[in-house]
Each structure stands twice: as C-alpha cells, then as structure tokens.
C-alpha cells in the first residue's frame, strides 16, 4: 500500500509540474534590420528597434553589444512582462572617409533565442544633404 500511496504522488506530482510550466520570455520584433540610405559624414542617425514579449515570463536584456564605437545602444533595463513592449535605440555616428557600412547589435537575454542579432547598414557620403 504504501509503494502504490509514493507511486500515486509521483505521477500527481509530475502532472501538475508538467501543466504548471510557462512558456519562456521571447522576442517579437517590428523590425530587425534598417538601412539608413545615404547618410552625411559627422552626422549621428539614430533608429529605434521595439519589440513585444510574447512569452509568459518577463524578458530581461542582460547586455546590449555593437561591433565598434561608432554605434551606441540604449534599451529598455528593467524586466519587459508579457504582451509589454521594450525598445532598443541604436545611434551610429559616421566619421573617416564615405563608405558603406553594416554593423551589427547583438542582444543577450534570458528569452527562449537567447542570443537575439540586429542590423543597420548604409552609406555615408560627403557633404551635409541627406
């Protein structure tokens, strides 16, 4: 009786962890790449990256990389709940010689794709018209 009473507890037991698990915090972005077009040396551009957490559990970006200094993040800190938005904002500032570039932003975070990858390219020309 008592082998039957420990058995009966361990199939309850893990049929209610089984149905109590949520689905991990993800990513859902409106975009993931941008093209500035052409942009004019020495002046910064900017674009905003937002996103919604279609997971269960809140999404926290633990770190935000570029490729150079030339491209600077900022993003939502604080723990993104379910069906919340965050934004990541990412301002590249063009300096040497006109070129094309493509950089990219690498996110980190505890979302089922942990490892999330953004992308901006574009031209930098002479001149101040854009």
Do not use: W
Request: one cysteine or more.
């Amino acid at each position: 009786m008592k082998k039957l009473i420990i058995l009966f507890s361990f199939i309850l037991g893990v049929a209610v962890s089984t149905n109590a698990q949520t689905t991990p915090a993800e990513f859902k972005f409106d975009k993931e790449s941008y093209d500035f077009g052409k942009i004019p040396l020495g002046k910064p551009v900017s674009v905003e990256f937002k996103f919604t957490n279609i997971g269960d559990t809140p999404l926290i970006l633990s770190k935000v990389e570029t490729t150079c200094g030339c491209t600077v993040p900022e993003y939502t800190h604080t723990p993104v709940k379910k069906g919340e938005t965050g934004t990541i904002k990412v301002t590249y500032n063009p300096a040497g010689s006109p070129l094309p570039f493509s950089k990219s932003i690498t996110l980190n975070s505890n979302a089922k794709t942990s490892i999330k990858v953004l992308y901006i390219k574009g031209e930098t020309v002479a001149g101040t018209s854009r």
